[in-house]
Nanobody
Protein backbone atom coordinates (compact mmCIF):
# COMPACT_ATOMS: atom_id res chain seq x y z
CA UNK A 1 0.00 0.00 0.00
CA UNK A 2 1.38 3.38 -1.04
CA UNK A 3 0.65 6.56 0.92
CA UNK A 4 0.91 9.93 -0.80
CA UNK A 5 0.96 13.25 1.07
CA UNK A 6 0.78 16.53 -0.82
CA UNK A 7 1.93 19.90 0.47
CA UNK A 8 2.66 23.38 -0.83
CA UNK A 9 -0.76 24.61 -1.87
CA UNK A 10 -2.14 27.99 -0.93
CA UNK A 11 -3.34 31.36 -2.16
CA UNK A 12 -1.30 33.18 -4.80
CA UNK A 13 -1.88 36.19 -7.04
CA UNK A 14 -2.16 35.80 -10.81
CA UNK A 15 1.30 35.60 -12.34
CA UNK A 16 2.76 34.14 -9.16
CA UNK A 17 4.40 30.79 -8.46
CA UNK A 18 3.89 27.83 -6.18
CA UNK A 19 5.71 24.55 -5.75
CA UNK A 20 3.75 21.46 -4.80
CA UNK A 21 5.44 18.49 -3.19
CA UNK A 22 4.25 14.90 -2.86
CA UNK A 23 5.95 12.53 -0.42
CA UNK A 24 5.43 8.82 -1.01
CA UNK A 25 5.83 5.95 1.42
CA UNK A 26 4.96 2.29 1.67
CA UNK A 27 6.10 1.20 -1.75
CA UNK A 28 9.01 1.13 -4.17
CA UNK A 29 8.79 4.69 -5.44
CA UNK A 30 11.03 4.19 -8.43
CA UNK A 31 8.61 1.64 -9.91
CA UNK A 32 5.72 4.09 -10.24
CA UNK A 33 4.74 6.55 -12.87
CA UNK A 34 3.99 9.69 -10.87
CA UNK A 35 1.54 12.39 -11.77
CA UNK A 36 -0.37 15.47 -10.73
CA UNK A 37 -4.06 15.90 -11.44
CA UNK A 38 -6.46 18.65 -10.48
CA UNK A 39 -10.16 19.12 -9.95
CA UNK A 40 -11.94 22.46 -10.00
CA UNK A 41 -15.43 22.88 -8.49
CA UNK A 42 -18.08 21.36 -10.74
CA UNK A 43 -15.53 19.90 -13.13
CA UNK A 44 -14.05 16.42 -13.57
CA UNK A 45 -10.56 15.59 -12.41
CA UNK A 46 -8.02 16.27 -15.15
CA UNK A 47 -4.42 15.41 -15.82
CA UNK A 48 -1.87 18.15 -15.20
CA UNK A 49 1.46 16.37 -15.68
CA UNK A 50 3.06 12.95 -15.42
CA UNK A 51 6.61 11.67 -15.14
CA UNK A 52 7.64 8.10 -15.90
CA UNK A 53 10.11 5.90 -14.08
CA UNK A 54 12.73 6.97 -16.58
CA UNK A 55 11.97 10.66 -16.26
CA UNK A 56 9.91 11.25 -19.40
CA UNK A 57 7.32 13.96 -18.86
CA UNK A 58 3.91 14.76 -20.26
CA UNK A 59 1.87 17.94 -19.72
CA UNK A 60 -1.65 19.11 -20.34
CA UNK A 61 -1.75 21.75 -23.06
CA UNK A 62 -3.14 24.27 -20.59
CA UNK A 63 -0.02 24.14 -18.38
CA UNK A 64 2.71 23.29 -20.88
CA UNK A 65 5.51 25.82 -20.63
CA UNK A 66 4.36 27.09 -17.23
CA UNK A 67 4.51 23.98 -15.01
CA UNK A 68 7.40 21.58 -14.48
CA UNK A 69 7.16 18.12 -12.93
CA UNK A 70 10.20 16.41 -11.45
CA UNK A 71 10.96 13.46 -9.23
CA UNK A 72 13.66 12.49 -6.75
CA UNK A 73 13.72 8.72 -6.42
CA UNK A 74 16.22 8.89 -3.54
CA UNK A 75 13.81 11.04 -1.51
CA UNK A 76 10.57 9.38 -2.73
CA UNK A 77 9.30 12.80 -3.77
CA UNK A 78 7.64 14.31 -6.82
CA UNK A 79 7.43 18.08 -7.30
CA UNK A 80 5.29 20.35 -9.41
CA UNK A 81 6.73 23.81 -10.00
CA UNK A 82 3.94 26.12 -11.13
CA UNK A 83 4.81 29.49 -12.65
CA UNK A 84 2.75 32.22 -14.28
CA UNK A 85 -0.32 31.02 -12.45
CA UNK A 86 -3.74 31.97 -13.75
CA UNK A 87 -7.15 32.09 -12.02
CA UNK A 88 -8.19 29.07 -14.10
CA UNK A 89 -5.46 27.05 -12.37
CA UNK A 90 -7.53 27.22 -9.17
CA UNK A 91 -8.32 23.65 -8.10
CA UNK A 92 -7.53 20.89 -5.67
CA UNK A 93 -4.32 19.26 -6.85
CA UNK A 94 -3.86 15.52 -6.35
CA UNK A 95 -0.72 13.42 -6.45
CA UNK A 96 -0.97 10.06 -8.21
CA UNK A 97 1.23 6.95 -8.26
CA UNK A 98 0.46 4.32 -10.87
CA UNK A 99 1.59 1.07 -12.39
CA UNK A 100 -0.22 -1.12 -14.90
CA UNK A 101 -2.24 -2.74 -12.12
CA UNK A 102 -2.17 -0.28 -9.24
CA UNK A 103 -3.35 3.31 -8.78
CA UNK A 104 -2.94 5.47 -5.66
CA UNK A 105 -4.08 9.00 -4.78
CA UNK A 106 -3.17 11.56 -2.19
CA UNK A 107 -5.72 13.59 -0.26
CA UNK A 108 -5.18 16.73 -2.34
CA UNK A 109 -3.98 20.25 -1.69
CA UNK A 110 -5.90 23.43 -2.54
CA UNK A 111 -4.40 25.95 -4.95
CA UNK A 112 -6.23 29.26 -5.29
CA UNK A 113 -5.11 31.90 -7.78
CA UNK A 114 -6.82 35.20 -7.06
CA UNK A 115 -6.08 38.86 -6.61
Amino acid sequence: QVQLVESGGGLVQPGGSLRLSCAASGGIFSLYRMGWYRQAPGKPRELVATITRGGSTNYADSVNGRFTISRDNAKNTVLLQMNSLKPEDTAVYYCNAATVTMNYWGQGTQVTVSS
